[in-house]
């Protein structure tokens, strides 16, 4: 019982790197989100995905990519990551009214 | 102003306590409200729906009050573990099943 896992826990890159950080569900639930979470901000969502293939932009969008050519997995990536990308991201996956979040992903950029 | 507002705590409260945590949100069209726990460095879980009777499960008690939107959870009895932080969520009616989410309060119960 995987559930939702994210890949890696931590990552160390430096301004203007590439790099992906990785999500996966075992339950085959259609919709997905990447969310990142500052002090004072909250939880805010950066992409959505409602279904393989179908993608789309959430509050905070710029400098993210994201593809989803398979149900269960949600790839994110920082094209060329800056400072304030600094975070902690965590991936989602809902099913009915409840979403399930994965273990998060510290991302520190220096 | 956030579309969703939460007092920042941290409340800090003896064991046994019943504690309230309130809510108010901007979009008067949003269609679901839920609370959510976050452990320190954790993720976010969900706590409890909350639903415009108001709901209640075991300790812990969640009213909508969608005329003056506003969104409390009342935990009666506090117990150590209850120490966390409690995140107001709502879902906006943009079809997205997107969340938005308050920045959260923070609950420490003491012995």
């Known amino acids: 019982d995987a559930g939702i896992t994210q890949s890696p826990r931590y990552k160390i890159t430096e301004t203007g790197r590439q790099v992906t950080l990785m999500c996966h569900q075992t339950w085959s639930h259609s919709y997905m989100f990447w969310y990142r979470q500052d002090l004072g901000h909250g939880l805010r969502l950066i992409y959505y995905s409602a279904a393989a293939d179908i993608t789309d932009k959430g509050e905070v969008p710029d400098g993210y990519v994201v593809s989803r050519s398979k149900t269960e997995n949600f790839p994110l990536t920082l094209e060329s990551a800056t400072r304030s990308q600094t975070s902690v991201y965590f991936c989602?996956?809902?099913?009915?009214?409840?979403?399930?979040f994965g273990p998060g992903t510290r991302l520190t950029v220096l | 102003r956030k579309e969703v507002e939460q007092d920042p705590g941290p409340f800090n409260v003896p064991e046994g306590a019943t504690v309230a945590f309130n809510c108010t949100y901007s979009?008067?069209?949003?269609?679901?409200f839920f609370w959510y726990r976050q452990d320190c460095r954790k993720e976010p879980k969900l706590l409890m729906s909350?639903?415009?009777s108001g709901n209640e499960d075991g300790r812990f008690t969640a009213q909508l009050n969608r005329a003056s939107q506003y969104i409390s959870l009342l935990i009666r009895d506090s117990k150590l573990s209850d120490s966390a932080t409690y995140l107001c969520?709502?879902?906006?009616?943009?079809?997205?099943?997107?969340?938005?989410f308050g920045s959260g309060t923070r609950l420490q119960v003491q012995p």
């Open positions: 979009n008067s069209a949003s269609q679901s």
């Open positions: 989602a996956s809902q099913r009915e009214d409840t979403q399930y």
């Open positions: 909350v639903y415009s």
């Open positions: 969520v709502v879902e906006p009616d943009t079809g997205r099943r997107a969340l938005t």
